[in-house]
């Protein structure tokens, strides 16, 4: 399943993030993100996390990998592997696969750097930035319960 949403402005971005976070509350989801440096990966990710009622700071994990935010309605994993690169990728992919399970949100930022066909449910989010304040976000599912979470945020 893909989906395609333009948020013009921040307010389209809140309401985008909202609608996922309300999606994924009741399933979870491993989350891929794509985008160029500044599309608003992080971004995004914060957003959700707000809506998840996160009280942690929410910042880029890129330099330690791994940022664990516990404080709201589920646990969210957020992996930022842009200095892993591709090998360093290789040593985790089976760690990854355990952040795909059970009602947890893990976000992988730069997940282009893996080499590895991920084998398990996932959800893709290609994030493009059109201008300042515009981002094309595309969401592609790879599994069932990816499926249905974007089924909810097509709702």
Known sequence: MSIKYLCKNLEDTEALSK?????????????????????????FTRLVC?????????TSPSFVILNEYKSGKMPVYHFDLYRLEHEGVSTIINELDEYSEGKILTFV?????????LPFDRIEINIIYIDENQREFIFNSFGKKSEEVLRRISL
């Open 50 to 58: 707000k809506y998840l009622e996160v009280k942690e700071k929410v």
């Open 109 to 117: 930022e730069w997940a282009e750097f893996h080499s590895i066909p």
């Open 19 to 43: 609608k996922f976070a309300d999606a994924v509350i009741n399933y979870g989801a491993f989350v891929c993100l794509y985008g160029d440096v500044g599309s608003g990966k992080t971004a």
